[in-house]
């Protein structure tokens, strides 16, 4: 979460997070003694009105890696800007090799996304939202590169803070 202007950090404390699971994936080390398993979960937490979190968890079983996962994510919590259950403006995010395109829709439209990006969407509480994800579909890739395009909406009370303008400025030219 490093790199980006305005991001406000929320402590976990009080909020009510719902917690969703992106995915586990079984992780294998070959050592001299054989093989040795151990799994890696990702998590996407959120309050479902703007605050949202993810977190990797690793371990050799999956409960306390979804454990872990979930510890995490609450400590990488982030406000999102939210416009009557839509976002504020399109964006688009990248990491690695995963690249999000989220776009605000009309309501009663509801979350297209597919899988991880849909989780973080839904977690952040968004309604309605055009989703589209190109390049890798790794959920590790795919849930920063939709945090990076979350990261980077600015509300119109923002813009026309940073611009020193009235908000009416900013609508009206």
């Known amino acids: 979460m490093q790199g980006y202007k305005n991001v406000e950090r929320i402590k976990p404390s009080g909020l009510e997070l719902v917690d969703k ?11 001299k003694g054989g093989r040795a398993f ?4 990702i998590v996407v937490v959120g309050d479902g009105n703007g ?10 079983d999956v409960a306390s890696a979804i454990a872990k996962a979930i510890e995490d994510a609450k400590k990488n919590l982030v406000r999102i800007p939210l416009l009557e ?15 999000v395109f989220i776009k605000p829709a009309s309501p009663g439209t509801g979350v297209i996304a597919g899988g991880a990006v849909r989780a973080v969407l839904e977690s952040v ?8 994800s190109q390049g890798s ?3 590790h890739n ?10 980077q909406l600015r509300s ?5 803070k940073q611009r020193g303008v009235s908000l009416e400025t900013v609508f009206n030219g």
């Open 21 to 31: 699971l992106v995915g586990v994936q079984r992780v294998t080390k070959v050592t």
């Open 38 to 41: 151990g799994f890696s979960a």
């Open 51 to 60: 605050v949202v979190g993810h977190g990797l968890g690793k371990s050799k």
């Open 85 to 99: 259950g839509t976002l504020p403006h399109e964006q688009k995010g990248k990491f690695g090799g995963a690249k």
């Open 125 to 132: 509480g968004v309604h309605d939202v055009l989703s589209k």
């Open 137 to 139: 579909s790794n959920p």
């Open 142 to 151: 795919a849930v920063k590169a939709t945090f990076n395009a979350l990261l």
């Open 156 to 160: 119109a009370a923002q813009i026309a």
